[in-house]
């Protein structure tokens, strides 16, 4: 399975402000997906990143607010602009394993507070 | 739609004992299953998969999962929990390869020493 890292594994931020995480796989992957996971709740998918394309958002998220760049096949950033309290969350980096797309393998996350 | 069914918030068993965490789900097409764990402050780790095959599939950390079909269950099973399994486990299903996965809302489980 691929070996993802996410930066920065948490951060506090003040509310209107943005972040952006990164993400970075050891291998070429043609598929990644970002997903949030918000306390005590499951996993929600945000988008899905492909490279040379625009990413594709899932319902109740929008570019503006969640803008995705891939820009290789091995990394991907997501960016939480004018963050509010309603934005803590575990933010996930996914990636399609390397058996023909039937398994997904996930980063470590990174563990948001917005103050 | 697909979705997934995970009944208990939580489970506890003592150390030693044999554990099951439940799963049940809704799929158009033939189902590619999976369990994930979830330790503390930790992403999601991989744990086994169901796509075709033997109902029965082995996985990481002395996990195993049964698949039957005709209840739409693919329960996660360990016949000794040990404490270190203390986590949050979640089941997942999609409709085929590369096709969206959907998650179960995660049990936690406790193994009591």
């Known amino acids: 399975s691929a070996v993802i890292s996410q930066k920065p594994s948490r951060d506090i931020c003040q509310r209107g402000t943005s972040l952006t995480i990164q993400c970075q796989v050891d291998?070429?992957?043609?598929?990644m997906f970002w997903y949030r996971q918000q306390p005590g709740q499951s996993l929600t998918l945000i988008a899905t990143a492909n490279q040379g394309s625009e990413a594709t958002y899932e319902s109740g998220f929008v570019i503006d607010k969640f803008p995705i760049s891939r820009p290789n096949l091995t990394f991907s950033t997501l960016t939480v602009s004018n963050m509010s309290p309603e934005d803590s969350s575990i933010y996930l980096c996914?990636?399609?394993?390397?058996?023909?797309?039937?398994?997904?393998?996930f980063g470590p996350g990174t563990r948001l507070t917005v103050l | 739609a697909q979705s997934v069914a995970q009944p208990e918030d939580q489970v506890n068993v003592a150390e030693g004992n044999p554990l099951t965490v439940k799963c049940t789900y809704s799929v158009s097409g033939n189902p590619y299953l999976f369990w994930y764990v979830q330790y503390p402050n930790r992403g999601l780790q991989f744990l086994l998969k169901y796509i075709t095959g033997d109902n029965l599939v082995k996985g990481s950390y002395g996990f195993e999962a049964e698949f039957n079909k005709s209840q739409t269950s693919f329960h996660l099973k360990k016949p000794s929990a040990l404490v270190s399994d203390s986590a949050l486990y979640f089941c997942a299903v999609r409709d085929g390869p590369y096709q969206k996965v959907t998650f179960g809302t995660g049990t936690k489980l406790q193994v009591i020493p």
């Open positions: 291998s070429q992957v043609t598929m």
């Open positions: 996914s990636v399609e394993g390397d058996r023909g797309g039937d398994t997904q393998y």
